[in-house]
């Protein structure tokens, strides 16, 4: 009886935060003089409890729905393969009966459910949004855990999309601060990141008070956990990352809201995320970069939109190779040999080891392989999905060629900036025909245009949906902070689509 009345008073305090209405906390950033005083967790939740949607600059709320945009589109895409549909049976499988929406699929589930099935779709093709110097994927974690809480508590579209934005500049900013030393040491950072950026989007979403933002950050030091061992196999675990950072950061938001006490000093501390997760390399993290300029200097802005479904590191040596091969008219036949030139960090994660990579054993290990994706190139003259069909993994020209590629330390990359990259061919009459990319497509100066990112959308949709549906989501998500998080994910959802 004494449990049940615990119970209940328990409940009686997380509900409301769950459903009552966002409001602006009353909460002041801290200034130079205080900053120092406080750990970075309290910087992070000051700022997020006072912010407001008109604090946001104009231009970086408009980019941000590009970049909802975009993760639409990567996660409708998704929906056709099979990866998403042994997801959602085994979701189902343990899955109660629920009233959250999952993109492009008529069907219900519950709130942290949706939120794991959204964050699948969203990374599962990893065609999602990257920014390059914190090789983090900042948009499949961020918009699927704010739109789960922000449908389960019927939101205002511009409070989404605040937490969004929340949610992509924390995860960013931990990838900053990580400079790559968290991929050398066997983690994805991305499923690292996600963790901190959801926890205090949903925060945000709840209305919590600085301190209980605080808490939620200290939460999710405990459920952040991305292992890099796919890379050895082909797996599919890092499809998860995105999605379980998602569900993380609302299981921390809720705890906090609840008044359970999360540690203060996650990101400094002696065993904080940082000095755990980086090893020997720990020297080398810019602890500065997770509240330098915040809220003056949104990195949202500097996060890359991909022009190819494969892992953001290849796609300079896969413009390169399409170049060389527009450019010179050059065959497949007339090849003798392929060097890719990339930075040497990474190396483990698209080109070693040589033998496993030169044969990729299923679709995503494709993704990741830079000699399969520069010999398809040129044998196809292009690089899509249909590149990563079972065809193309089997297609004996393309794999002949691939045997030809070998990788090379570029001396002049900007990596970790940007994912430069380039090719030298050699041909059978003598020919030496190079192309280099110091700014991979898609970031910095080379960034997407609206038209681009929208051409791009259609491209995925269309995979699934027809025309007409494809421009009734773009026009949603454009208008997403005008309207109520439930009027968008009924477009999503495709319900009465």
């Known amino acids: 009886m004494r449990l049940a009345k615990l119970l209940q008073s328990a409940l009686s305090i997380i509900k409301p935060a769950l459903s009552m209405p966002a409001q602006t906390a009353p909460a002041a950033t801290p200034d130079a003089s205080t900053s120092d005083l406080l750990s970075i967790s309290q910087q992070i939740a000051a700022f997020a409890a006072n912010l407001t949607p008109d604090a946001v600059p104009a231009a970086v709320r408009e980019n941000a729905k590009l970049h909802v945009l975009d993760v639409v589109g990567t996660a409708l895409a998704a929906t056709r393969f099979d990866f998403a549909q042994h997801a959602l049976a085994g979701i189902s499988n343990i899955a109660e009966e629920g009233n959250n929406s999952v993109i492009g699929m008529n069907v219900k589930l519950p709130m942290r459910d949706a939120v794991l099935m959204n964050g699948i779709l ?126 993380g950061g609302i299981t921390a938001a809720a705890l906090a809201s609840g008044g359970f006490i999360g540690t203060k000093k996650i990101y400094e501390g002696a065993d904080g995320i940082f000095r755990s997760h980086t090893g020997t390399r720990f020297k080398e993290v810019d602890m500065g970069a997770m509240t330098r300029n915040l809220g003056k200097e949104w990195l949202l802005n500097e996060v890359a939109i991909k022009p190819f479904p494969i892992c953001h590191l290849l796609h300079a040596c896969a413009d ?69 069909e079972t065809d193309a993994l089997n297609d004996a020209q393309i794999l002949a060629l691939a045997q030809k590629v070998h990788h090379e330390a570029d001396p002049d990359s900007a990596f970790p900036k940007y994912f430069s990259g380039g090719v030298v061919v050699t041909t059978k009459d003598g020919r030496e025909l190079v192309h280099m990319e110091k700014i991979n497509r898609g970031a910095g100066e080379r960034a997407l245009s609206a038209e681009d990112i929208s051409e791009k959308f259609f491209d995925n949709a269309s995979l699934v949906i027809s025309k007409p549906q494809a421009e009734r989501i773009r026009s949603a998500v454009l208008a997403m902070d005008k309207h109520s998080t439930r009027d968008l994910t009924r477009v999503l959802s495709l319900k009465n689509n």
Not at 218 to 230: D, K, N, Q, R, V
């Open 122 to 247: 969203a990374h599962g093709l990893d065609y999602d949004d990257t920014h390059p110097g914190a090789i983090v994927h900042p948009s499949s974690s961020a918009f699927p855990c704010a739109l789960g809480l922000a449908e389960k508590r019927d939101a205002a579209g511009a409070d989404l999309l605040l937490a969004y934005m929340l949610g992509v500049e924390i995860a960013t900013r931990l990838g900053v601060a990580a400079a790559g030393t968290m991929h050398t040491n066997g983690f994805h950072t991305t499923g690292i990141a996600g963790h901190f950026g959801c926890a205090v989007a949903a925060g945000k979403l709840m209305n919590l008070s600085p301190q209980r933002l605080q808490y939620a950050q200290g939460f999710a030091g405990s459920t952040a956990s991305a292992i890099s061992e796919h890379r050895a196999d082909g797996a599919w675990n890092k499809r998860l990352h995105p999605a379980w950072a998602g569900v």
């Open 320 to 388: 390169s190779a399409l170049t060389i091969r527009r450019k010179h008219k050059v065959k497949p036949e007339d090849i003798v040999k392929v060097r890719a030139l990339l930075h040497p960090e990474t190396f483990h994660y698209i080109a070693e080891p040589p033998e496993m990579r030169r044969r990729p054993v299923s679709d995503y290990m494709a993704k990741f392989s830079v000699q399969f994706v520069l010999a398809a190139c040129f044998v196809r003259g292009k690089f899509g999905f249909a590149e990563l």
